[in-house]
T-cell receptor
Framework: QQQVKQSPQSLIVQKGGISIINCAYE??????FPWYQQFPGKGPALLIA?????SEKKEGRFTISFNKSAKQFSLHIMDSQPGDSATYFC???????????FGKGTMLLVSP | EAQVTQNPRYLITVTGKKLTVTCSQN?????MSWYRQDPGLGLRQIYY???????DKGDVPEGYKVSRKEKRNFPLILESPSPNQTSLYFC???????????FGPGTRLTVL
């Protein structure tokens, strides 16, 4: 049973455009939702995270939008740059536990 | 520098030859975990450890062993590797109860 569903599997965006990656979860006990960024040949690195007490969190060009009633959250990358080309993973965990449940990842390519 | 290290980074071996992939972290984290990453399947957890001498199975533990004798080290052992264990492996760590995990650089394993 896949508890975090991520879409799309791959995404091509032109430089300067907006990249949007969506995730949906099933377990209502989840209360921490991080996004990880992975460049080729590297391990995933925490990009941005949100807790369900807010509907949006913004850090620079990266924004998480969270819809608790729909059990969905999304990553928006504004003014996408070629350097943003990477694989992005959404994840979820339960408060007080360290174990993360990951989505299957989205390969983003930002064309120059 | 806070980091998770893995060794070796690349390994080619043959079926049935026991191997160990080491993982070490210098952040005094209680929680450590092993993942494998395969195309289209994302990150799947193999084993995790909440503290010294405390380990538990993740989603795909078959064919793997772990031990946690020291807080900083969490080796992954393949007693009798098989070709279906060819994959990219990541070790990660975090403070217990914190969802943000720090990942190592990865170990690419090929079993012939």
């Amino acid at each position: 049973q896949q508890q975090v569903k991520q879409s799309p599997q791959s995404l091509i965006v032109q430089k300067g455009g907006i990249s949007i990656i969506n995730c949906a979860y099933e377990n209502t006990a989840f209360d921490y939702f991080p996004w990880y960024q992975q460049f080729p040949g590297k391990g995933p690195a925490l990009l941005i995270a949100i807790r369900p007490d807010v509907s949006e969190k913004k850090e620079g060009r990266f924004t998480i939008s969270f819809n608790k009633s729909a059990k969905q959250f999304s990553l928006h990358i504004m003014d996408s740059q070629p350097g943003d080309s990477a694989t992005y993973f959404c994840a979820a965990s339960v408060r007080g536990y360290s174990t993360l449940t990951f989505g299957k990842g989205t390969m983003l390519l930002v064309s120059p | 520098e806070a980091q998770v290290t893995q060794n070796p980074r690349y390994l080619i071996t043959v079926t049935g030859k026991k191997l160990t992939v080491t993982c070490s972290q210098n952040m005094n984290h209680e929680y450590m975990s092993w993942y494998r990453q395969d195309p289209g399947l994302g990150l799947r957890q193999i084993y995790y450890s909440m503290n010294v001498e405390v380990t538990d199975k993740g989603d795909v533990p078959e064919g793997y062993k772990v031990s946690r004798k020291e807080k900083r080290n969490f080796p992954l052992i393949l007693e009798s590797p098989s070709p279906n264990q060819t994959s990219l492996y990541f070790c990660a760590s975090s403070l217990y109860g914190q969802g943000s995990q720090y990942f190592g650089p990865g170990t690419r394993l090929t079993v012939l």
